[in-house]
T-cell receptor, first 112, second 113 residues
């Protein structure tokens, strides 16, 4: 079956620090990969996606590259802001009719 | 475009009571999902609809949970009777078909006391 493993949080960084949140996956078939973000009290928002190997998804300064050889989709940002404090979920989907499978989430706290 | 709408936002009930949640997906989205998100965990699929047919309900506790999607648009998820372990955020999501990502509503936070 499909599964997603994320690094455990919480991750605490100072503003302008570099962020990496690791994500690895196991999938039957060829998955599409996603990062979703959940701000306090809110639902999940799509942050970025990649649908094939070596694709780089990017949005709001965040990036992640689909690495098929290492089955990874690590999230990075060069300079985090306090407003980036949230929970980040890595997810995958195989096929256009299947469900999203999520990791357990990584809480990011950015301080001044 | 309008997003996925869910109501209510919050609900507190006593154990053994019943509760219902409502979801209105993005217009034209054929696929609708209900996810359960327990505190500190990632969302877990409860049920997936394609139009008004069920595609996957393998993780739905059918002895107490039920869901329907009449006319392939709005959906309701019901719990009867509720247990303490049902305390969670219930997320509705929809997908238009032809795109891999799903779009989520704000969720309903259920507390069972």
């Amino acid at each position: 079956g499909n599964s997603v493993t994320q690094m455990e949080g919480p991750v605490t960084l100072s503003e302008e620090a570099f962020l990496t949140i690791n994500c690895t996956y196991t999938a039957t078939g060829y998955p599409s990969l996603f990062w979703y973000v959940q701000y306090p009290g809110e639902g999940l928002q799509l942050l970025l996606k990649a649908t094939k190997a070596d694709d780089k998804g990017s949005n709001k300064g965040f990036e992640a590259t689909y690495r098929k050889e290492t089955t990874s989709f690590h999230l990075e940002k060069g300079s985090v802001q306090v407003s980036d404090s949230a929970v980040y979920f890595c997810a995958l989907r195989t096929g256009t009719a299947s469900k999203l499978t999520f990791g357990t989430g990584t809480r990011l706290q950015v301080t001044l | 475009e309008a997003g996925v709408a869910q109501s209510p936002r919050y609900k507190i009930i006593e154990k053994r009571q019943s509760v219902a949640f409502w979801c209105n997906p993005i217009s034209g989205h054929a696929t609708l999902y209900w996810y359960q998100q327990i505190l500190g965990q990632g969302p877990k699929l409860l049920i997936q609809f394609q139009n008004n047919g069920v595609v996957d309900d393998s993780q739905l506790p059918k002895d107490r949970f039920s869901a329907e999607r009449l006319k392939g648009v709005d959906s309701t998820l019901k719990i009867q009777p509720a247990k303490l372990e049902d305390s969670a955020v219930y997320l509705c999501a929809s997908n238009p078909g032809g795109r891999p990502e799903a779009f989520f509503g704000q969720g309903t936070r259920l507390t069972v006391v």
